[in-house]
């Protein structure tokens, strides 16, 4: 059974960080891109930045690019998201999801597996 579980939400000041993780099991994380997404209240659900399979390439939605970083331990079949400098408007609820032949993009009806959401805080 194909499964993804994100942690590390939590509350955080403005201008803090979190570390998001996002763990698979049932499949090995390297053959899928793996994104990020998020999901604010009375929000569609945005994508923000992923990274690709085989090569691990990445790619950033200009409104994370220098402030995110996305990250995979195959050895430990995790995606890893650092995120900095956090805005307020960056509240909602963040989930990983993983698809197969996408390249660079974050579009979530491309995306086939997802985990239930981690919600992230940020205020002061």
């Known amino acids: 059974q194909l499964q993804l579980v994100e942690s590390g939400g939590g509350l955080v000041q403005p201008g803090g960080s979190l570390r998001l993780s996002c763990a698979a099991s049932?499949?090995?994380?390297?053959?899928?891109?793996i994104g990020w997404f998020r999901q604010a209240p009375g929000k569609e659900r945005e994508g923000i930045v992923c990274i690709n399979s085989g090569d691990g390439t990445t790619y950033y939605d200009y409104s994370v690019k220098g402030r995110f970083t996305i990250s995979r331990d195959n050895a430990k079949n995790t995606v890893y998201l650092q995120m900095n400098s956090l805005k307020p408007a960056e509240t909602a609820v963040y989930y990983c999801?993983?698809?197969?032949?996408?390249?660079?993009?974050?579009?979530?009806?491309?995306?086939?597996?997802w985990g239930q959401g981690t919600q992230v805080t940020v205020s002061s």
């Open positions: 999801a993983a698809g197969v032949g996408i390249r660079s993009k974050v579009v979530p009806a491309q995306y086939d597996y």
């Open positions: 049932g499949f090995s994380l390297d053959y899928y891109t």
